[in-house]
């Protein structure tokens, strides 16, 4: 580091987990920042080249950190989060931000109250790819965003639900875990959602939470959408199949976890190829369809994130994904799985605002 360099941010990581692992990496590969503790009753002072503390408290008392990240048990993110923002450090919190919309509230509060810098750990949002077809949806290269349809599904051994409790009970689920990431993408990509209808089903696993879903959206725009997921079923389709974000999921090139579909082309995402007629043939379903791929320079999701929440820390930028921002995508989720309790349409806005009022002193 030169004298124009910033300081080396000293980190912190909140649980030891599967994420939490995953972001130690992280964290040790990134310039400008360093592991300086490690939060977990279960870990062991061997495992990690740093000091191991048994709770989130003691190492903010006494490791010195300039930030967190946060990966323990949905139902502790808040409680966490709001704790290392009173401490005054950064905070970057795995999703989902809550294990509900009202809960998430409180920690929208709490930003606003402390003055906190906290980022919501939404990777996908920093993938070369998204920011692509965000620019090719909002300047127009589609044409008028007519709808669009996703699908992530991959069988999940057993040992995930067996050797992690918290994955079978309450607060998680293939809605909570998994599609509250492809919902807070479509709502990057596409727009507010204002009405979802859902059908949900426990059948392949037999447990108190959903390992199959599927949604239908239409979005403030007038564009419709579906979306299928499934922690049961075998299958190559998927964001973490599309994309080579970690080693634990095999990689299938070319792969496709979104399709949108606009007035003027096509674009599937991430591999951003885009369908189009030849401005020397007639723009119509008679006509064939070119396909060319969308430029983009290549990097992952978690280091994009990590460089981007040290910019928050260091107080240079606003985060990609507040908290009030994640909010609304976990309302979106509670939205679903009340359309799919209920068998009926839910109204989005609506629901929002029943829970804000129920929350009223």
């Not at 993938?127 to 007519?146: K, N």
């Not at 050797?163 to 507010?192: F, K, Q």
């Not at 239409?218 to 922690?231: C, H, I, K, T, W």
């Not at 369809?289 to 978690?302: D, E, K, M, N, Q």
Request: hydrophobic content about 45%.
């Amino acid at each position: 580091m030169t004298a124009s360099d910033p300081a080396l941010l000293r980190f912190g990581v909140i649980g030891a987990g599967f994420m939490g692992r995953q972001h130690l990496d992280f964290i040790r590969a990134a310039p400008g920042v360093s592991l300086a503790a490690v939060a977990d009753p279960a870990a062991l002072a061997d495992d990690f080249e740093c000091p191991v503390y048994e709770s989130a408290e003691r190492m903010l008392d006494a490791a010195q950190l300039d930030a967190v990240v946060i990966a323990n048990p949905n139902a502790l993110h808040v409680e966490t989060a709001v704790r290392c923002l009173e401490a005054g450090v950064a905070v970057l919190l795995e999703k989902p931000a809550a294990v509900d919309y009202a809960e998430s509230l409180r920690l929208v509060d709490a930003v606003a109250r402390l003055d906190g810098r906290l980022l919501v750990g939404h990777h996908r949002r920093h993938h070369p790819a998204v920011e692509r077809a965000r620019a090719a949806v909002d300047g127009g290269e589609l044409g008028e965003i007519v709808g669009v349809s996703g699908l992530w599904s991959a069988r999940k051994e057993d040992a995930y639900f067996t050797d992690i409790p918290w994955h079978s009970r309450p607060g998680a689920g293939v809605l909570l875990i998994n599609v509250v990431h492809d919902l807070d993408l479509l709502r990057h990509l596409c727009g507010e959602v204002v009405e979802i209808q859902a059908m949900q089903s426990s059948q392949a696993r037999g447990l108190v939470v959903e390992d199959t879903v599927t949604l239908n959206l239409r979005f403030e725009n007038g564009a419709v959408g579906s979306f299928l997921a499934s922690d049961a079923g075998v299958s190559p389709w998927g964001w973490d199949q599309s994309t080579e974000e970690t080693s634990a999921f095999p990689f299938l090139p070319d792969g496709v976890a979104y399709r949108i579909l606009g007035t003027r082309a096509a674009l599937s995402v991430p591999n951003l190829a885009r369908y189009a007629y030849d401005p020397s043939v007639s723009p119509d379903w008679h006509s064939p369809l070119s396909r060319t791929y969308l430029p983009v320079a290549p990097r992952g999701s978690f280091p994009a994130q990590l460089a981007h929440f040290a910019d928050v820390a260091r107080g240079l930028v606003a985060p990609l994904v507040s908290a009030e921002d994640a909010s609304r995508t976990l309302a979106l989720v509670e939205a679903a799985a009340l359309a799919a309790r209920t068998q009926r349409t839910v109204d989005v806005a609506r629901f929002r605002a029943e829970v804000e009022a129920g929350r009223q002193p």
